[in-house]
């Protein structure tokens, strides 16, 4: 056995000593855990031979019942810079399956609100960025969240919503969308219509406002709909949500239009849910 793998075995064995074994037996309460050489495993920066698909498989083992010293450990781990030699892709997913962790916590580690709102707002990293936006809807739908920090919260949506060229800004539009209670505002329209109508949107972007307008019912996204429909260079994604965006906002003017994606295996089923919106 090299050394480690001897490393590797003893910390799982560490680790499963502190789990329950069989129904009479219980795990120490959360409070008295000491930091386990689970965690360590995960953020542990030099000297580190855990690869980084290694380090995924231990937290996907974590439940919401670590030790406070464990949470605040991940905590800090996921927002310090990406440490060196750990591949992006794998930091992207340990970074977003921690916050997904303590966000189930019954009592995440204090800051976790503010460090998840600070990356929705300016966190370099778009990846990273995106995901932190994507979970900002379920934290401001929390009762809990002070009112300063869901301030902050809508504030980074709504800065975001307007960051032409990057995916991000169709990320902020679907999360703002969940976010309106009642009739879409003027200022979520303005910024939808925005994103639809500027050349510098991405297709990524451009598919969620569509998404995120037909969820709040705006009508005016029709002229955008079937210009992207027209347009043969528009993506699949593009034209599955300018599909559904004219099913909602079209008239029976747009029927040959629709009926031209019938022959596309792709596209039918939307455009079949567009025609018989229409009532067509």
């Known amino acids: 056995m090299t050394r480690r793998h001897s490393r590797w075995l003893a910390a799982v064995t560490a680790y499963a000593a502190i789990l329950p074994v069989g129904p009479r037996l219980r795990a120490a309460p959360a409070e008295h855990t000491p930091p386990s050489a689970m965690v360590s495993l995960i953020t542990q920066l030099e000297g580190n031979d855990t690869s980084a698909r290694q380090r995924l498989e231990i937290l996907h083992r974590l439940s919401t019942g670590l030790s406070s010293t464990d949470a605040a450990a991940l905590l800090d781990f996921a927002v310090l810079p990406k440490p060196d030699g750990l591949p992006e892709v794998y930091w992207h997913a ?3 399956d921690i916050f ?31 995901y932190a936006l994507q979970k900002l809807g379920h934290l401001m739908r929390r009762s809990s969240l002070p009112d300063a920090l869901r301030a902050k919260a809508l504030e980074a949506v709504k800065n975001s919503a307007g960051t032409a060229g990057r995916n991000m800004q169709g990320t902020a539009l679907l999360t703002w969308q969940r976010l309106e209670t009642g009739p879409a505002s003027s200022e979520f329209r303005k910024a939808v219509m925005a994103c639809l109508q500027s050349s510098e949107a991405t297709g990524p972007a451009r598919t969620a406002a569509f998404q995120a307008g037909s969820a709040a019912g705006m009508r005016e996204t029709a002229p955008a709909a079937r210009q992207a429909l027209q347009n043969p260079r528009s993506a699949t994604p593009l034209k599955l949500s300018a599909l559904a965006a004219l099913g909602i906002a079209g008239t029976t003017e747009d ?23 229409l009532g067509l």
Do not use: Q, Y
């Not at 303590?102 to 960025?129: C, H, S, Y």
């Not at 029927?255 to 919106?277: G, Q, V, Y």
């Open 255 to 277: 029927a040959t239009l629709l009926r031209s994606f019938l022959p596309d295996n792709f596209c039918r089923p939307a455009a079949e849910a567009a025609l018989s919106k």
């Open 100 to 130: 997904d962790l303590l966000l189930r916590m019954k009592n995440p580690p204090g800051g976790t609100d503010g460090e998840l709102i600070r990356a929705a707002a300016e966190n370099p990293d778009p990846v990273l960025r995106d």
């Open 94 to 96: 340990l970074v977003n």
